[in-house]
């Protein structure tokens, strides 16, 4: 070994407290253990009635569901995995004993209660103990395009600047394996990887924080490497419809009531209707709710079909309607018909998507599964028309595709009431 190594020392991530098995088996202990204990000091003989053990079984599976949701979700980038702990154990928790409810199974709702509110406080304090103890800490090899990742906030980059500095405990080594690095610095890297440090190439750990997948050029795999799930795409396709038709009996009242506040509003139809392209680049028709003036008429196509910030078209109610998302609705029919998901890329009009093909190598590629009425782009990034920032869009959109999975799903229904609830970016 070279005697004029230099070891860098960063703390040691491995802290007791960031460890799987002891938030889990604290978890258990908290959350299970003890209100079962507390129960059984009042009644000794509750512990063993059929009610109590069918109880405990079920709240160590909704615990375990609910801390599984909750790790899962936190790796996705721009996470903040202590805002999901409620919505994902009150969602396990939820199907769990709503699947004993229906099955008519007689349980303990002082457990459930008690165990539920315990396994959120647990893994809350966990999240406020460890926020220090676990920074993203990240040494980077000069050479190549690596200097853009100083502007991807939330990690502590360390910069090697010779061969011969060794970080300790750094989550991992960054590189851009595309350039033309010297055989020393090759000679480090392959070192780096020998003792168990993970080494990761520029795009894939941008893409990994920044929730954008940015392709500038074919190569051998690129397409392959982001084709999505084809198996959850079918189920997730079945699941769309069960759950858009049980929404649409259920809105039904509600839906005819918004329609008639529109034709009172401002003259014209309710429904706006629109050619789009759709699920491997088939022009469908999409369903709306209308939120401008009819009578407001653009003469550029392409103008009338983009939405300005402030835009003089829409209506009072209509302001509302895209705020709170609920302009949306119609296209539950679209969902039903096969030709949109609840998730997926926005669906532009036909004559925008067809300027964006022309400007925007790949565009088309993201017709590759079914546009949505909320996406990974659009709870990020919010409504957006000029060629500059669609592209920026479509990296979000490929990221989608990409890491195409249930989880992901789950992450933008959560972050999709967010922006109901706050109207992010709306026009």
Do not use: C
């Not at 920044?210 to 500038?216: L, N, P």
């Not at 329609?259 to 209707?273: E, H, K, V, W, Y």
Request: aromatic content about 12%; cysteine-free; glycine content about 6%.
């Amino acid at each position: 070994m070279n005697m004029n190594v230099r070891f860098i020392n960063l703390p040691n991530q491995r802290h007791l407290l960031l460890q799987m098995r002891f938030q889990l088996a604290g978890g258990l202990a908290f959350a299970v253990l003890i209100p079962a204990l507390i129960r059984s000091s009042v009644d000794p003989g509750v512990i063993y009635s059929s009610n109590m053990q069918i109880t405990i079984v079920a709240v160590v599976i909704a615990h375990l569901t609910g801390y599984l949701l909750y790790r899962r979700i936190g790796t996705f980038p721009g996470v903040a995995a202590a805002g999901y702990i409620l919505p994902t154990f009150a969602l396990a928790y939820g199907l769990v004993f709503l699947t004993i409810f229906f099955l008519r199974i007689d349980y303990s709702r002082f457990q459930v209660a008690a165990s539920f509110v315990q396994s959120t406080f647990w893994y809350f304090a966990l999240s406020v103990a460890t926020r220090r103890l676990d920074p993203y800490q990240l040494a980077v090899i000069p050479g190549g395009n690596v200097d853009r990742l100083e502007n991807i906030p939330g990690v502590s980059w360390h910069w090697i600047r010779s061969s011969n500095e060794i970080v300790e405990h750094a989550s991992g080594v960054v590189a851009d394996l595309r350039a033309d690095l010297s055989n020393e610095w090759e000679r480090y890297i392959a070192d780096r990887a020998l003792s168990g440090t993970p080494v990761y190439h520029t795009k894939q750990i941008s893409e990994s924080l920044t929730g954008r997948v940015e392709i500038e050029h074919l190569s051998e795999n690129t397409l392959g490497s982001i084709n999505p799930n084809q198996a959850y795409l079918k189920v997730k396709q079945a699941l769309d419809w069960i759950a858009a038709l049980a929404v649409l009996i259920l809105l039904s009242p509600a839906l005819l009531l918004v329609a008639a506040l529109i034709r009172l509003d401002s003259p014209g139809p309710a429904l706006f209707r629109q050619q789009r392209m759709g699920y491997r680049g088939k022009v469908y028709q999409v369903y709306k709710f209308r939120t401008m003036r009819t009578s407001a008429h653009v003469a550029d196509e392409k103008e009338q079909a983009i939405t300005k910030a402030g835009d003089a078209r829409i209506t009072g109610l209509g302001r509302f309607l895209r705020k709170s998302r609920i302009d949306e609705l119609p296209q539950l029919v679209n969902i039903l018909r096969g030709e949109m998901s609840w998730i997926g890329p926005r669906p532009e009009a036909l004559v925008l998507s067809r300027w964006y093909e022309a400007e925007l190598p790949f565009y088309r590629y993201r017709h590759i599964v079914r546009p949505g009425i909320t996406g990974w782009a659009q709870v990020n990034q919010g409504h957006v028309a000029a060629v500059g920032e669609v592209l920026e869009k479509l990296h979000y959109d490929f990221y989608y595709i990409k890491n195409f999975s249930p989880w992901l799903d789950l992450l933008i229904v959560f972050r999709t009431v967010r922006t109901v609830l706050t109207g992010f970016g709306a026009r």
